[in-house]
């Protein structure tokens, strides 16, 4: 069974409070829960991290990364300025889907610019919740997964 981490970064632990027009309502908790819903009928264990600490958050992916065969990644705010993070991930090797609740490239221009975007396999932004489920989709089909 395929093992995917779940990082979510900065401030994503006040989704549901924090600014709901741009990220909704739902909270991390309920995000988590409809993604391990998901993640079990389509046969994809998950491991949930979530962190206000850069460091942490590279500590949590050192250690689970041997184990894991991917990784979706919901920066925030590091997405745009977190060299250790990028770093950490072109480093552990493993398939990475970055992952933004809000269309960054639709707003504010210093939202606009990833430096974690050029490590991963790709970036799914604008679709809320929805984007974890297609990035959960991709770790779920090996028919279509590139080497």
């Known amino acids: 069974m395929p093992r995917v981490l779940v990082?979510?970064?900065?401030?994503?632990?006040?989704?549901?409070?924090?600014?709901?027009?741009i990220y909704g309502t739902d909270t991390l908790e309920t995000l988590n829960k409809r993604l391990g819903d998901l993640g079990k009928e389509i046969g994809v264990e998950l491991v949930f991290f979530q962190s206000n600490h850069e460091g942490e958050l590279?500590?949590?992916?050192?250690?689970e990364a041997p184990n894991a065969t991917g990784m979706?990644?919901?920066p925030g705010a590091l997405t745009h300025y977190s060299i250790g993070l990028r770093d950490v991930i072109a480093g552990v090797k493993i398939e990475t889907i970055?992952?933004?609740?809000?269309n960054i490239a639709a707003?504010?221009?210093?939202?606009?610019?990833?430096?974690?975007a050029p490590v991963c396999r790709g970036q799914v932004s604008g679709f809320g919740?929805?984007?974890?489920?297609?990035?959960?989709?991709?770790f779920s089909d090996t028919n279509t997964r590139q080497p």
């Open 58 to 63: 590279i500590d949590f992916i050192q250690r």
């Open 107 to 116: 707003r504010e221009q210093f939202r606009q610019h990833s430096v974690i």
């Open 129 to 138: 919740f929805y984007g974890y489920a297609m990035a959960l989709s991709y």
């Open 7 to 21: 990082v979510n970064g900065p401030n994503l632990n006040l989704l549901g409070k924090r600014e709901p027009d």
């Open 98 to 102: 970055e992952v933004h609740l809000s």
């Open 72 to 74: 979706i990644i919901n």
